[in-house]
């Protein structure tokens, strides 16, 4: 997928979304989502890359427990055959929760 392509797929969320952060005191209320690109997924032999992916984190940011909205993500990724591995924290310092959202593209 294109770079344009996954912003195509997270504006599908119906949130507010910024690669990687949002420029400081521009934030939105939550929800909003960030997503970055952690490294790249690679396959190689005889020191050449013949494959590359890359990995994309979709982070969910909400003030609460959100159900609805997490099954709204994993809709639109399921929607376009994209598996995905997910995980949740606590942020104390920010007082959000984080869904993270690993997928491989």
């Known amino acids: 997928m294109t770079h344009k ?3 195509a797929l997270v504006a599908e969320i119906g949130i507010p979304y910024a690669y990687h952060h949002f420029a400081e005191g ?3 209320a939550p929800p909003f989502i960030c997503f970055l690109y952690p490294n790249a997924v ?5 020191n050449k890359v013949f494959h590359s992916d890359t990995a994309v984190d979709i982070e969910l940011y909400t003030d609460e427990k ?3 909205l997490e099954e709204t993500v994993e809709t639109v990724l ?3 055959d994209i598996y995905f591995e997910k995980s949740e924290v606590w942020i104390d310092s920010e007082k959000l929760y984080e869904g993270l959202y ?4």
């Open 26 to 28: 521009e934030s939105p």
């Open 66 to 68: 959100n159900p609805e």
């Open 78 to 80: 399921n929607d376009h």
């Open 5 to 7: 392509e996954i912003i």
């Open 42 to 46: 690679q396959f190689g032999a005889d």
């Open 102 to 105: 690993s997928i491989v593209v």
